[in-house]
């Protein structure tokens, strides 16, 4: 047997340099149109605006509540088979 020949190196992936990386900083600020109330603002992530976001929370938060669960009951799906329950 001979030697298997050398594998060729495989080509560089080359990445979309627009692409943003994890160790770029987040970026300070950027203008763009609300998507709710389409006013034009400059928030540092696109989303809904400031005014928004508080208008939101006040529609739409609640207050935190204690939520009481029952105690989780077995089901017996399987009647125990005589063998098993033969004294
Ligand atoms: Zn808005």
């Not at 020949?5 to 340099?17: G, L, N």
């Not at 203008?31 to 400059?42: A, E, L």
């Not at 939101?56 to 009951?73: C, H, K, P, S, T």
Request: glycine share 4%.
């Amino acid at each position: 047997m001979s030697d298997p020949a050398p594998v060729p190196a495989r080509p560089a992936i080359v990445r979309d340099p627009g692409a943003m990386t994890l160790t770029e900083p987040a970026p300070d600020t950027q203008s763009y149109t609300c998507p709710r109330c389409q006013d034009d603002v400059v928030e540092a992530w696109y989303g809904p605006c400031s005014s928004c976001r508080a208008q939101l929370r006040a529609d739409q938060g609640g207050e935190a509540r204690e939520i009481v669960q029952e105690d989780y009951v077995p089901k017996m799906n399987v009647t125990p088979n005589a063998v098993a329950t033969k004294d």
